[in-house]
């Protein structure tokens, strides 16, 4: 399993969707970078794909938009994640859906160390 290295400027823009809350870590991961909030991942970095865990309703909406996909390895998708369509970075859309899986993720019990 190959594993993809984001650029300077996918790093800049992962961290730039990171809502601005205290909870919140980001932290590298396998060479990538990931998002926290209470110790659990809301959103990761896989290369240039930017991912997002989401409710079941949420992800299914999310999947119906074209770009849209299996986030993470191509042999072995992240189960839970949707990674959001490339073309976001311009439209400013990923916001949105970030807000929508950290309101998600942010929900559930913290992770036991």
Known sequence: MTM??????????????????????????????????NGNIFMGLFGASVGVKLAES???????????????????????YVAMPGWFRETGEAREWVARAFDHVSALPPKKK
Request: negative net charge; glycine residues 12%.
């Open 4 to 37: 993809p290295k984001p650029t300077d400027d996918d790093k800049k823009y992962f961290r730039s969707l990171a809502p601005d809350d205290p909870r919140v870590e980001v932290k590298p991961m396998f060479g990538n970078l990931g998002a926290f909030v």
């Open 58 to 80: 949420d992800a299914v909406e999310l999947r119906a938009i074209e770009g849209a996909g299996p986030f993470g390895p191509e042999e072995r998708p992240m189960g839970g």
